[in-house]
């Protein structure tokens, strides 16, 4: 059975930091590229972050880049957001993904509220 599950979501004041994980089971996780995505209240799911197969390779949203860091460890079957210098603009549930090379499999966790208020 396929699980994706976030912990670390919490209130947190602007400029402080979080770090999300993910755990994942149930399916071949160096396989699966994973991603970090996130929807506010009112607004569309938005992507946030994405790291390659390996680790070699990771990418990031305009409006994080600078701030947040993506990371994963294929022993561990994990893959953290840590972030940073966090804005109320940054609040919302956030989501772990995994695709597989030929998005022939797609895998969502259930989410983790965050939430940047003073």
């Known amino acids: 059975q396929v699980q994706l599950v976030e912990s670390g979501g919490g209130l947190v004041q602007p400029g402080g930091s979080l770090r999300l994980s993910c755990a994942a089971s149930?399916?071949?996780?160096?396989?699966?590229?994973m991603k970090w995505f996130r929807q506010a209240p009112g607004k569309e799911r938005e992507w946030v972050a994405s790291?390659?197969?390996?680790?070699?390779?990771?990418n990031y949203a305009e409006s994080v880049k600078g701030r947040f860091t993506i990371s994963r460890d294929n022993r561990r079957k994990t893959v953290s957001l840590q972030m940073n210098s966090l804005k109320v603009a940054d609040t919302g549930v956030y989501f772990c993904?995994?695709?597989?090379?030929?998005?022939?499999?797609?895998?969502w966790g259930q989410g983790t509220q965050v939430t940047v208020s003073s």
């Open positions: 993904k995994a695709e597989n090379i030929g998005m022939t499999n797609e895998y």
């Open positions: 790291v390659t197969r390996d680790g070699g390779v990771k």
């Open positions: 149930g399916f071949t996780f160096h396989y699966y590229i």
